[in-house]
């Protein structure tokens, strides 16, 4: 090798720098590389990880949050998603303690 003519590989993704002086990671929550809702935030980890949390007034995985008109912690309508926390309300518009079978249908939320 002489000088100048020895180069090191890009910075991978989620990385910035040119590679020969080194790569920092990039807090993915800043730069929009994340997958959080928009009714998310998003908390960066170590390394280019995150996590994603619904806001106050949503709920659901943090990729997906919908509206929780009564705090209870599901949301009013079904979200694309299988938590628990992705279920349809029963009753939207009354908090149930327990989410108890309201409407009869043999499940509590």
Do not use: K
Not at 20 to 38: K, L, N
Not at 45 to 51: P, Y
Not at 67 to 82: A, F, N, T
């Amino acid at each position: 090798n002489t000088d100048g003519s020895f180069h090191s590989a890009p910075c991978p993704s989620g990385f910035v720098g040119n590679g020969d002086d080194g790569c920092v990671s990039v807090d993915p929550c800043s730069v929009g590389m994340h997958s959080c809702d928009v009714n998310a935030l998003c908390r960066a980890t170590s390394g280019t990880g995150h996590t994603c949390e619904c806001m106050v007034s949503y709920v659901g995985t943090g990729q997906h949050c919908g509206v929780d008109s009564d705090l209870d912690g599901y949301p009013d309508s079904r979200l694309p998603c299988q938590a628990s926390a992705c279920l349809q309300d029963n009753c939207p518009a009354i908090p149930n303690s327990g989410q108890e079978d309201q409407t009869g249908v043999g499940i509590g939320n």
